[in-house]
């Protein structure tokens, strides 16, 4: 039997590009569809080298119902992982529109053309923002989301009722916590444009020199040290993940035709996609100085708004009914984030 091809949305970004790797590695055929929104056409020729051939590209937009169709029609994804979508907070409050059109439309496109074509199986990229601020930590798959920060929060829980909705597509949603670090070849990573809104991209490019200081976001949250608490993942960690929820959905295969309209025919599990421990934005840049031996610049400054005090995941789930949980720990995850960002 052949390769089994899997459509992956968005395969030139930050967490797709690495997916890709894996897939290949998996024995799965990556056929990449991205419109460098937030990528460049360099991390192709960096899968390149990684891969020793060229994976199969598709420069397009996932809004672009004629392109998706032909894309099918050439080369029948059996599967989606669906990456493709917006994802700076500040920006989706900036301009709300932008963020519904790309990260919904695009995800109704694609759902209209998989079911055209017959394609019924999705992993989707969701987020822990759906939880917002939790009562509890670690939380659960099961814990209640809360009402969403932000509209590019409002497009992932919105995302979930569509696919949730759609019983004829079997979807396993990822819920990632927070992804960093790169390959450790340090040929692709993540490629922030601008100025970086997230931790680690900010803390390495002022170790590297680009940014004077990292600010602290608060010192004062009712954490042990002062600061807030996140779950970090390393993005080959989460990249396997994708791997494990596409096994998953060619083992629980069910044919596509089952009583349209009867929920309790589809297939929806979501996934916590983290490492289970949480760690201080102080213990970050102790680690990050410990696994490199690099001093970061940083101040304590204000609170940032719409931050959550601490989430980290409850992995039970993702351990025993996915069989997946995340190998490397924080010190990898900063040597391999300061390594791609030396060779950026
Ligand atoms: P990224 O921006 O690096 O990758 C997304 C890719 O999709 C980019 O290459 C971009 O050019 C492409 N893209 C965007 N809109 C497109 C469109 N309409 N058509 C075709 N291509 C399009 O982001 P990432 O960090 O790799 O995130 C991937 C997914 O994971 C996103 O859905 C994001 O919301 C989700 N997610 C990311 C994080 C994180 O911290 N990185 C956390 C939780 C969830
Ligand atoms: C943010 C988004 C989240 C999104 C994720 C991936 C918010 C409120 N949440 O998560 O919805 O899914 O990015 O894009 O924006 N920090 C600093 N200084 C900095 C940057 C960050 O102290 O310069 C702190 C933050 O306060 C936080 C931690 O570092 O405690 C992690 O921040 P970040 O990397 O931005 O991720 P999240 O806010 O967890």
Sequence with gaps: MGKRNILVTGGLGFI??????????????????????????????????????????????????ELLQGLFDAHRPEAVIHFAAHKAVGESVENPLMYYHNNLV?????????????????????????????????VKESTPTRPAASPYGATKQMAEVILKDNAWCEVQCLRYFNPVGAHPTAKIGE?????????????TQTVAGIR???????GDYPT????????????MD???AHVAAIDRLFSTSKQLDVLPGDPSAGVFEVFNIGTGVG??????IQAFEAATGKKVNYTVGDRRPGD??????DTDKVNNVLGWSAKRDLTTMMKDAWHWQENC
Aim: aromatic share 8%; charged share 15%; proline share 5%.
């Design 308 to 313: 959550v005090v601490a989430v980290w995941a």
């Design 212 to 218: 004077e200081r990292l600010t602290v976001y608060g």
């Design 224 to 235: 042990a040290d002062g600061t807030c608490i996140r779950d970090y993942i390393h993005v």
């Design 191 to 203: 490629l922030p444009l601008g100025v970086p809104n997230n931790l680690i991209p900010y803390l």
């Design 106 to 138: 695009g995800l109704i496109t694609l759902l209209d053309t998989m079911k055209l074509k017959g394609c019924s199986k999705m992993v989707f990229s969701s987020s822990c923002t759906v939880y917002g601020e939790p009562e509890s930590v670690p």
């Design 16 to 65: 797709g590009s690495h997916t890709v790797l894996c897939l290949d590695a998996a024995g799965y055929n990556p056929i990449i569809i991205d419109n460098l929104h937030n990528s460049r056409i360099e991390v192709l020729d960096a899968l390149t080298s990684l891969l020793g051939y060229r994976p199969t590209y598709v420069q397009g937009d996932v809004n672009d119902t």
């Design 238 to 240: 989460l990249a396997e």
């Design 279 to 284: 760690y201080s934005v102080l213990e970050v």
